[in-house]
């Protein structure tokens, strides 16, 4: 039987699947499993496979859990679940059946990273009670008393992130559970951010947590350091560790060293530089960097709509002379072992893919996820030693029975520097024409890549019959640091001389109508949309989604502002040569020469890229006379609303983008 085309509506049949973690001591991968339910609600659920493909579900009923993790004998599962009032809570379940029991009695708040201790007798987790005022309690009295909502106010810089919404000065602490009492004690609440990072000692007796000590984040040099802290809250730092970034801490198996991902930077507060792996002794004096002779990236995302992005991973060998690690290149996503003393890959994966890791076993097997531009990310266990890779669930098997995919064709040509660009195309099974209509798709980030992964909106778009072309211009992640580089600070420059080639190639391709040209993008890539309608005329119309337009009113308005000197040289409050820079690099100051018809689409609760980026856009168009939609999403969704979104608006999205390049290519 012949397979249809893709739907917009399909979309809520997609099962996603995140956060694979082994079992201890059985063949089995715990994880979470979400899909759309009855009236757009989302069903979030604990799931475990077998090696032989065996399913079990762990938790059910009308409540949310997810974050699942079994202790150390594989006979107690923990995990995040909002079945509890207040808030979230962690509960704990028997192996052997019977009920979920809440563990935690918790206010109101959010709980971050977690992790059992070696021994399974604690639970290391960080936590961040939710101010009085704006508590689900305190919305309810204010509603008996006829009261309104309450001013936010702060002293902060750091008080709101996309996403997590406003926190205003309330931050994370790290705190300590322990299984046999349920006593929960606050052991370390010394980060101005909240943000941590934590891992046991061998002898559960200690936690590593990596937090930053700058005063203020967002103007000082980064000032990330490890911490050693005790059962009692007693800590010590690491002494003589470089400056710049830490993350992703791991104590090794012999309880001797620290492993952490980073960079010694301590201007890089936008992740220009590539993250690398760092290994120092525990009693501190010397760290030494394993990979910086390797151009590669240990925490790179590879941009898609139909998986979270992942969380950068390390994770030590038993023997503590390997880690464990994985990194994006020219669009793949591959994994490996990175040996210590020689600083090299002793063994990494191959292939057109993208693998995100989520737990390591003792015999050198990686549970994680696997995907391609033709399949769905699925559980999945690698061997990295013979490069075998084994599905284990084929949670969306029926839908892709059902719907055709088309895998992408890969080029590389030359910018007009003779800079090489990487580039993909999607021809639709069914052409609109010939030539046919083609769509030049630009990302985010831009620290970040396209690649070899499932993305639905390209494929919604090629089975509507456009032909797709996606690429990673410099900026992008995945080709070393100097393409990263080439546009630290200045953006409209290498990065457009790069989307420039790519729409010249397409000018180029007999299959491709040079007189139906669309170019659509978000966050950044929204940037890049905004910039190529100032800047050329080729395009018959344009998308931009959650968009950047004035980096002068973006600089002050965003989750994380910028700080002169750092990337970007200038700052709004600096008087004209403050923003002479930000000005020459804002589309906005492009716009008089605009003709091309554009499709604004943000969110009102984007705190990323602030609607008022795209309300530029739209008021600008609307002066100039040039056609124009804005299409603005309500206060509760935010940046990743195409990924993350609630169903039914994500599906409004993708019909709002179908129906404007209907509208103006057909």
Same mark, same amino acid.
């Given at each position: ?187 370390? +609440? ?7 990072? #934590?891992? !046991?000692? /061998? $002898? =559960?007796?200690? @936690? %590593? ?95 898609? +709509? ?7 991973? #390390?994770? !030590?060998? /038993? $023997? =503590?002379?390997? @880690? %464990? ?342």
């Amino acid at each position: 039987m012949p397979k249809r085309p893709l739907q917009v509506d399909d979309i809520l049949r997609i099962v996603s699947v995140s956060d694979p973690s082994w079992r201890p001591k059985f063949d089995e991968v715990l994880f979470t499993y979400k899909k759309v339910g009855e009236k757009f609600a989302s069903e979030t659920h604990l799931f475990a496979v077998s090696l032989k493909g065996e399913s079990k579900q762990w938790t059910s009923g009308d409540s949310k859990n997810w974050s699942g993790r079994w202790n150390p004998e594989g006979c107690q599962l923990a995990f995040l679940s909002n079945r509890s009032k207040p808030g979230t809570q962690i509960h704990l379940l028997s192996a052997d059946g019977g009920e979920a029991a809440q563990i935690t009695k918790l206010p109101e708040g959010s709980i971050g990273e977690w992790k059992w201790s070696p021994d399974g007798k604690w639970i290391a987790f960080a936590f961040r009670e939710t101010h009085s005022d704006f508590t689900e309690d305190a919305a309810d009295q204010r509603k008996t008393d006829g009261r309104s909502a309450p001013p936010k106010v702060t002293e902060k810089a750091h008080y709101r992130l996309d996403g997590d919404g406003f926190f205003m000065e309330q931050r994370h602490k790290v705190y300590v559970l322990e299984i046999a009492t349920s006593e929960v004690k606050c052991i370390f +609440d010394q980060c101005p951010l909240g943000w941590f990072s #934590l891992d !046991w000692s /061998p $002898d =559960s007796q200690k @936690i %590593a947590l990596t937090a930053t000590t700058a005063k203020n984040p967002w103007i000082d040099p980064i000032g990330d350091e490890i911490f050693i802290c005790d059962l009692a809250g007693n800590w010590s730092i690491i002494p003589g560790l470089p400056k710049g970034e830490k993350g992703t801490v791991r104590w090794s198996p012999d309880g001797k060293q620290i492993a952490y991902l980073g960079n010694d930077d301590p201007n890089d507060h936008r992740a220009v530089q590539n993250t690398r792996l760092f290994v120092c002794p525990v009693e501190g004096g010397s760290s030494r960097c394993v990979t910086d002779h390797l151009d590669h990236d240990l925490a790179t995302p590879t941009l898609s +709509d139909t998986a979270e992005s992942p969380s950068p991973f #390390l994770e !030590w060998m /038993p $023997d =503590s002379k390997s @880690i %464990a690690a994985q990194w994006a290149w020219h669009g793949q996503s591959q994994v490996g072992f990175i040996n210590l003393e020689a600083g090299t890959f002793s063994g990494q994966t191959t292939g057109n893919h993208v693998l995100t890791l989520g737990s390591l076993r003792r015999d050198g097997l990686v549970a994680c996820l696997h995907s391609s531009p033709t399949e769905f990310p699925e559980i999945t266990v690698v061997n990295i030693e013979t490069n075998e890779v084994q599905r284990l669930t084929a949670l969306n098997q029926e839908l892709a029975d059902e719907v055709q995919f088309i895998a992408p064709e890969e080029t590389y040509l030359e910018a007009a520097d003779g800079y090489p660009v990487h580039l993909w195309t999607i021809r639709p099974a069914e052409p609109i024409s010939n030539p046919n209509p083609t769509l030049l798709e630009i990302h985010g980030g831009p620290q970040c890549q396209y690649g070899w992964t499932f993305f639905f909106e390209f494929q919604l778009l090629a089975a509507n019959g456009y032909t797709v072309v996606y690429s990673n211009p410099r900026g992008s992640k995945g080709y070393g640091m100097k393409h990263v580089e080439a546009i630290a600070g200045h953006w409209g420059g290498a990065d457009w001389a790069d989307i420039a080639a790519v729409k010249n190639w397409i000018k180029d391709q007999p299959d491709m109508d040079t007189s139906r040209m669309g170019i659509e993008g978000g966050s950044y890539g929204g940037y890049m949309v905004n910039w190529a309608v100032g800047h050329t005329t080729d395009f018959k119309a344009a998308i931009t989604d959650r968009c950047v337009s004035n980096l002068v009113s973006k600089s002050l308005n965003t989750d994380y502002p910028y700080h002169p000197g750092t990337y970007w040289k200038g700052a709004a409050y600096q008087g004209l040569k403050g923003i002479e820079e930000l000005w020459r690099d804002s589309p906005i100051a492009y716009f008089e020469n605009v003709t091309t018809p554009m499709l604004i689409i943000h969110s009102e609760g984007d705190l990323r890229c602030h609607i008022e980026q795209g309300e530029q856009v739209f008021t600008a168009l609307q002066e100039l006379g040039v056609p124009c939609r804005f299409v603005r999403y309500p206060p509760s969704t935010s940046h990743g609303m195409s990924r993350g979104g609630p169903p039914d608006l994500r599906m409004h999205r993708l019909q709002e983008i179908l129906d404007w390049w209907k509208r103006w290519l057909l």
